[in-house]
């Protein structure tokens, strides 16, 4: 039982290049979601997912994109990568989100737009 | 608009010590306050939560303070200990939104 994998743990991009982060939990969780940590900020909601085949926008949604198309797996892309989405991401899942339960994070992907 | 207020920003509290973070929110129809914390190159994990219909949690040396009216809620480290230095985030949810809005975190310093 891995809980919440996150791939990759680090990547360095150059502006305008684009890349995939993929997320994979094997807990059975129906609410998967992407957010992004920049230091003093907190942890900011990108997008969501509240089932297979669902995406919604969360807080900071601009210059990403989201899929679910598997319950497990959860994909986070940027088109065109700019410096100022140099972030860690953390990608969590929870059982159910409408009953308010325990958010399960991954170990982060630390991302540099250079 | 943030709607979840956490101060202060850092704290250093000697081994043995009290720490207490504070988180202040906006929207009354929030029905959960969980507590997060965050371990270097670690992603955050549950500590504690609590429900508004009681006005404090205990589990261990961690409590949750809750005050409905002033629409606040603390976290209180009793005997705290450098293994505690760590990023603390308080959130709140409310059922059927799908999702938490963060504080912006406190980093605690436990020294020796």
């Known amino acids: 039982n891995a809980g919440v994998t996150q791939t990759p743990k680090f990547r360095v991009l150059k502006t305008g290049q684009s890349m995939t982060l993929l997320c994979a939990q094997d807990m059975n969780h129906e609410y998967m979601y992407w957010y992004r940590q920049d230091p003093g900020m907190g942890l900011r909601l990108i997008h969501y997912s509240v089932g297979e085949g669902t995406t919604a926008k969360g807080e900071v949604p601009d210059g990403y994109n989201v899929s679910r198309l598997k319950k497990q797996n959860f994909l986070l892309g940027l088109e065109s990568a700019a410096p100022s989405q140099t972030s860690v991401y953390f990608c969590?899942?929870?059982?159910?989100?409408?009953?308010?339960?325990?958010?399960?994070f991954g170990q982060g992907t630390r991302l540099t737009v250079v | 608009q943030q709607q979840v207020k956490q101060s202060p920003q850092s704290l250093i509290v000697q081994k043995g010590g009290i720490s207490i973070i504070n988180c202040a929110y906006e929207n009354t129809a929030f029905d959960y306050f969980p507590w997060y914390q965050q371990f270097p190159g670690k992603g955050p994990a549950l500590l504690i939560a609590i429900r508004p219909d009681v006005s404090e949690k205990k589990e261990g040396r961690f409590t949750i303070s809750f005050n409905k009216s002033a629409k606040q809620f603390s976290l209180h480290i009793m005997d705290s200990q450098p293994g505690d230095s760590a990023t603390y985030f308080c959130a709140a949810s409310r059922a059927n939104a799908g999702k938490s809005t963060f504080g912006d975190g406190t980093t605690l310093t436990v020294k020796p």
């Open positions: 969590a899942s929870s059982y159910d989100g409408r009953l308010n339960t325990e958010a399960f």
